[in-house]
Each structure stands twice: as C-alpha cells, then as structure tokens.
C-alpha cells in the first residue's frame, strides 16, 4: 500500500514545481506580460478577429503537458488580441477598464501566499487589510464609524449585495413583494433590476422617476410618486440614485434625494460603481454633496481606480445590517465565531473562500500614494471637457449636455441622410480603423454615440487622435453619399 501512495506521490509532485522549475515558468509569463505592455501602445483598441478566439478551443485539455510557450502563444494570438482591448488607451468605449500593473503583482502576490480572506480567525491580516480600506472608503464617502461594507468581484455583484441588505432590513416577506414599491430613473444601470429579480424582488413595482434636461431624477416628482404610492396603499421601500450613470455620466441631485429618502423612511442606495472615486478629484464636491446620507453606496476601483477586473466595493452605513442579512449557522464553524470578534467578509457577505481582492487595491495604493490617482481622475474631468468642446465647436457635430464627469454624449447631423444611419455608419467607420473604441446608447429612442474617459492610460494624445478621426470619419463619409 506504502509503495502505491509513494508511486502516486511521484506523479503528483509535479504540481509543486522546484525553485528552478518555478523560474522557467516565471520568466516566461514575465516577459510575457512584459512584452505586452510594451507593444500596447501600438495594438489597436478594438480587433473584431473572432476566428482567431476560436481556435484557442482547439489544443483543448489532454493528459500530457503542452510546453510553455506555446500556450502562452495561443494566448497571445486568441486572448489578447480579438475583441475590445481593454488595457488601451483608447478604448473610450462603455466605462474603460485600464489594469493597473502592481495590482496584477497584488493578485500574484495574494495567489501565492493564498491566505484565507474570508474569515478573520484564518487570516486576520488579510481580513484587516480589507477592513481598512472599506473604512478608507467610507471615510471618503463620509460614513460614520458604524460603516461596513464588502470587497466583491464588481459593481454587480456589490449592488445585488446592497439589495439584499436592504430587503433583509426591512423584512420583506415573499408575499409582500408586490405591494413594494421601488424608484429609479430609466437611466439605472440594468444590474439594478436583475439584482431585485434575483433577490426574489422581481414582482415589486418599479416607478421610473422623469429626468430633468441633464438626465438627473427630479426629486419633486420622487416625492409626488411616493406619496401617491402611499395614498394607493402600497409600500415605498428602496430609492436608487445614480452617482455617474453609464449612459450620459449623470449624477443625481443626492442631497435632494436624501431628503426625500429619509423624509418616507426609504433605504436609500446609491449606485456610484463608475463615478464614485471622482469623489478623490478636486472641485467634485457638489456633485457628490448628500450621498453620506445614504444607506449604502456601489464604487468599483476597476473603474475609478483602474485596477484590473474583478473588484467592486459595497459600502453601508450600518455593518450591522449586512452581518444581519447574511449571518448564519454551520457547526463546522465552531472554531472561528468568536463571540464579539471582528467581522470577517463570511459574516457580512455570501461568500465563504475568496480570493484575497484586498491585496490588489492595498499594493497600488501603498507604493503610488493617493497623489497620481487624484491627478489622474482629475486629468480625465479636464480631458473630457476639452472633448467636448472640440466636438461642440466643430460643425456638423451635436453634443449632449455638460458632462458631469467623464462621459458624454454626441452624434454628427448630416444635412441629407438619417442621423442614426449616419452615425452608426461613423461609429463603424472608427471601430474599423481600430485605434479607439467608441460605443452607442439610445436616450429617449434616440442614437447617440458616446466617449467615456476613463483609463489611466488615456492622455490628451489619444482624446485628439480620436477627435481627429471623428472629423476625418465624419468628413470621407460625407463624401461617398
Ligand atoms: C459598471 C457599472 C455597474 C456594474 O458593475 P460591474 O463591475 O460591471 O459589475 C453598475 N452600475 C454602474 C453605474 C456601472 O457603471
């Protein structure tokens, strides 16, 4: 029997590569990633070689070995190459990612040690690097000292945790559901709506409240739809406000949101998954003015702070009423409920083992400082600005209202032909020139393309490259009709 588990053994040993074998591995992803960054400002943004994407299911998984480079080939050639590349600059499209380096060696770094992030009682460092910078950002939120929150994989899954805090404060029972009353605008991000139907809320009514011309609620007509909800009977409970829209980067009136909120005793939750850390950048404060009043706030630092995918941040008022929402009970827990403790992500949230996510947003902040990121964000409100007016100012070009932040709307009005055709054949036109990504929305039925400044890799070169193709795009265009 020995000489079977020895024989096993063997084999099994070469998932523990030796300090040699590590290297091999190691350099090779390196210089990998090396290579890469370094040939980024070259690659264009946007590459629609869809074939390339398949091919990669073609080595498939097998017993033996492939060496390393040719996967990391395969990597090359069918990852990082089809589809929108969202490392570039000029990727202006949707909310731009970016990927910070030192966050990638915070994931290295969080993978390797792999210390337990979920339970305090496991890994009580991991755990209190996590809850300082929730407290970090419920400082710049301006919560109070009873603040909590949850490090999840992003924004969705941030706000669908908010929403279940919320349901659990109020105890919504199943057969409440639809005499519960709901508030957005149409312009709420949809996670806002999947979050309710897969928390079990998806019979509540939702009342979109009118925008007024900058596509901001009007909180007169919240207050004229919750007191006619109140008069029918029904139960006003969740009010959404956006800090920072996907669609126009609008951010509602918070503070009259807030009022609105605690004068009917709403939970009050504020979607800031795309602009809330413009809360860091200079002369933002008005905007941002009343969301310490709510009851929870969404930020995403793989947005605002340009980390890498995978981390969204829920922030509450209360920690209380998201230990609340998600306490439990497990005898093979035993060990680690310590009575009057600190509360570990397994007590506040729905997960158990996790990756350890603090370490990514730790690594960046620690050895940057805040300085660049508030140099940054505030370098991407005055890039945005400039766009605008450049666009404002050329002819043919029709602009949406101010920016709040760092998204905005346009489109180009031919003088002959439908401005959705025209504008669709624009965006094509650029997305087939492939040096910046530019998406579309439609507000109010209407085609609008949009530019969305966000990665901190976009200077005042790429913002003019794009603005010159615009033009160009716009002006060949014109010509082959
Ligand atoms: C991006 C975004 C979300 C969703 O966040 P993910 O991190 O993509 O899951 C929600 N709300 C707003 C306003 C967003 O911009």
């Known amino acids: 029997m020995k000489q079977r588990i020895r024989a096993l053994e063997q084999e099994a040993k070469s998932l523990e590569p030796d300090a040699e074998e590590r290297r091999h591995y190691r350099d090779q992803v390196i210089e990998y990633g090396e290579q890469f960054l370094q040939r980024l400002p070259d690659m264009p943004a946007y590459d629609p070689a869809y074939r390339e994407a398949e091919r990669l299911l073609d080595s498939g998984i097998t017993e033996e070995p492939f060496d390393v480079r040719s996967v990391l080939d395969e990597i090359r050639n069918s990852v990082d190459r089809p589809g929108i590349n969202t490392a570039s600059d000029g990727h202006l499209g949707y909310i731009p990612g970016c990927g910070l380096y030192l966050s990638a060696l915070g994931d290295y770094l969080a993978a390797v040690t792999n210390r337990y992030a979920g339970v305090h009682y496991s890994s009580p460092g991991a755990v209190n690097i996590e809850r300082r910078l929730i407290r970090w950002m419920a400082d710049l939120t301006g919560y109070p000292s009873t603040a909590g929150g949850y490090m999840a994989s992003g924004g969705s899954m941030a706000n669908l945790t908010a929403i279940t805090a919320a349901r659990e404060h109020f105890g919504i029972r199943a057969r409440e ?24 809320l998806g019979e509540c009514i939702r009342r979109h409240i009118p925008m007024d011309e900058r596509y901001r609620m009007r909180a007169g007509e919240l207050d004229n739809a919750i007191r006619e909800d109140l008069r029918r009977g029904l139960r006003p409970w969740l009010l959404v406000g956006s800090a920072g829209t996907t669609d126009a980067g609008a951010v509602d009136p918070l503070n009259a949101l807030a009022d609105v909120a605690s004068e009917h005793g ?53 920690e209380a009423t998201l230990a609340e929402a998600h306490r439990y009970q497990a005898d093979y827990m035993q060990d680690v409920q310590e009575p009057g403790g600190v509360r570990s992500p397994a007590d506040t949230s729905p997960e158990l083992s996790r990756h ?35 666009l404002a100012d050329t002819r043919g070009f029709e602009v949406g209202p101010e920016p709040d932040l760092s998204v905005f709307l346009f489109r180009y009005m031919p003088d002959d032909e439908d401005p959705e055709s025209f504008n669709r054949r624009l965006q094509q036109a650029i997305l087939d020139e492939g040096q910046v990504y530019i998406s579309s929305t439609r507000i109010n039925g209407t085609f609008m393309l949009r530019l969305a400044i966000l990665s901190a890799r976009t200077h005042l070169d790429t913002i003019d490259r794009a603005l010159q193709q615009l033009r160009e795009k716009a002006g060949e265009l014109l010509q082959h009709t």
């Open 177 to 200: 559901v639809e005499n519960t009353v709901v508030y957005t605008t149409t312009h709420a991000h949809h996670c806002i709506d999947r979050a309710l139907r897969v928390n079990g």
């Open 266 to 318: 709403l939970w009050y939750h504020v979607d800031a998954a795309y602009g809330g850390f413009f809360m860091l950048a200079g002369g933002t404060g008005h905007l941002f003015d009343g969301i310490q009043r709510s009851d929870s706030v969404v930020v995403d630092p793989h947005k605002g702070l340009f980390l890498p995918y995978g981390l969204g941040v829920l922030l509450v008022r209360d």
């Open 356 to 390: 350890f996510r603090g370490m990514r947003l730790w690594l960046p902040l620690k050895w940057h400082g805040l300085r660049p990121f508030r140099k940054a964000l505030e370098e991407k409100l005055e890039l945005t600005r400039y766009a605008y007016r450049q």
